[in-house]
C-alpha cells in the first residue's frame, strides 16, 4: 500500500493582508523539484475540497510526486474525487499586484486532471483541517484547458466554467503548465481597474481570459484529481 505524507499543518488566519513578493534576484518567489530530498514538505500546506468530507494525500515517487489513489483503482477508468483528490498550496500567500508567473510540469495518467490552484483565501473544515473556499482550477486534461471558478454560494459548494481551450494532450507524457497573473490594466488591450488577466500555456497552445474577481493576494499550489496525476516540479516567479 502507498504510504503518504502529510504537509504542514497550520493555524488558518481567516483574513490576512500580508503577502509575499520577491524574495530572490531573479524574481523567483519559491521553486521545488519533487525528486525524494530535493524539496520541504513544511513548505506546504495540505488542502481539503470543501465538497468532500474525503481528506487525500501525495505519494513520494523518486521523481516526482502523484495523488494518493484507492487501492481498486484501475489504470484506464476515472475515479471520483472523493476517493482522488489531493491538494496543497505553498504556505505563504502571494502577491499579484505586479504579476506572477506559476509553472509546474505535469501528467496524468488517464484522460485528466493536473491542475494549478490559485485560492484567494483558506478556510478549515469543521474538524479543523484547512479547506478551500473560493478558488480557481486551472485544470490540463486529454482535450486541452479548463479553468473553473468554484465558490460557496448559500453554504454550498459551486462552480463555473470561466474559460477554455481545446487541443489535444497525450496521457502519460509531461507537459510545463505556465499560468500568468498580470493586473489587468498591465496588459496591452485589456480593461483598467480591477482584476486580473490569467494567461495559460501549455505544448504551444497559448489562451487567456480577464477575470475580475481575482485579488491582489492568493495562495498558489497544486491538485490531483480523477486518475494519477504526477507533479514534477513548481515554481513562483514574479514580474
Known amino acids: 500500500m502507498a504510504k503518504k505524507f502529510c504537509c504542514k499543518f497550520i493555524n488558518i488566519v481567516m483574513v490576512m493582508s500580508a503577502c509575499i513578493s520577491l524574495v530572490y534576484a531573479d524574481g523567483i518567489i519559491y521553486q521545488a ?65 505586479k504579476g506572477v508567473t506559476v509553472s509546474s510540469t505535469m501528467a496524468f495518467e488517464y484522460d485528466q486532471a493536473p491542475q494549478i490552484v490559485i485560492a484567494p483565501e483558506l478556510s478549515k473544515s469543521e474538524d479543523g483541517f484547512p479547506e478551500h473556499r473560493e478558488h480557481f482550477e486551472v485544470v490540463m486534461f486529454a482535450r486541452g484547458i479548463n479553468i473553473w471558478h468554484h465558490i460557496i454560494e448559500g453554504g454550498k459548494p459551486s462552480y463555473s466554467l470561466v474559460a477554455y481551450s481545446r487541443f489535444p494532450l497525450e496521457a502519460d507524457k509531461p507537459y510545463e503548465m505556465v499560468v500568468t497573473i498580470d493586473r489587468a490594466g498591465y496588459v496591452a488591450g485589456g480593461p483598467a481597474g480591477e482584476g486580473r488577466w490569467i494567461t495559460v500555456e501549455v505544448d504551444g497552445h497559448k489562451f487567456g481570459y480577464y477575470e475580475p474577481s481575482l485579488p491582489d493576494a492568493a495562495y498558489i499550489g497544486i491538485i490531483g484529481y480523477a486518475s494519477v496525476n504526477r507533479f514534477y516540479d513548481f515554481r513562483i516567479k514574479g514580474q
Not at 52 to 79: C, H, S, T, Y
Open 33 to 97: 523539484k519533487f525528486q525524494t530530498g530535493m524539496w520541504d514538505k513544511e513548505d506546504w500546506i495540505e488542502v481539503k475540497s470543501p465538497r468532500w468530507d474525503f481528506i487525500g494525500g501525495w505519494v513520494q515517487k523518486e521523481g516526482w510526486i502523484e495523488n494518493l489513489m484507492p487501492e481498486d483503482a484501475e489504470p484506464d477508468r476515472l475515479i471520483p474525487g472523493n476517493r482522488s483528490y489531493a491538494s496543497m498550496v505553498y504556505k505563504e500567500k502571494v502577491c499579484l499586484r
